[in-house]
């Protein structure tokens, strides 16, 4: 039920943005918080079991290097696609969008898939199952 856009057709969804993970297990995630905002990120996420710090494209290398100067071990380092505007679909739609993006990850030419699919807790659950 979907087509191909030439390249670069939906790029303008996406904002470039660096993305440090740190471990989350043993370290206050308020203290991160504090010292990766000053060192210039613009949002620290904690899932439970890693800390996400993005930056602004062109402060990626400075916040690094001031959490690692402060003492946090960083798993990685990375420039990332992340949507400027998620959609939420119904689950079957999700699982089929989820189904197709794993096929294309698997493709040997292909590098990084970016989506702006939100997924629901129910398709979550509905994958996790599966």
């Excluded at 390249?7 to 993970?21: A, P, R």
């Excluded at 079991?49 to 959490?67: F, M, Q």
């Amino acid at each position: 039920g979907g087509s191909l856009a030439s390249q670069g057709s939906v790029l303008w969804q996406f904002e470039q943005k660096g993305l440090i993970t740190l471990e989350a297990e043993g370290v206050d995630f308020d203290e991160v918080f504090l010292v990766a905002a000053e060192a210039g990120a613009e949002d620290v996420q904690n899932d439970g079991e890693s800390i996400a710090v993005y930056t602004p494209r062109d402060e990626l290398a400075e916040v690094a290097r001031v959490l690692r100067d402060s003492g946090y071990t960083i798993e990685d380092s990375e420039l990332t696609w992340v949507a400027k505007n998620e959609i939420a679909l119904d689950k079957d739609a999700t699982l089929k969008i989820m189904a197709m993006i794993e096929k294309l990850e698997e493709l040997d030419d292909v590098q990084h898939v970016s989506s702006n699919l939100e997924i629901s807790d129910e398709a979550l659950e509905a994958l996790t199952a599966a």
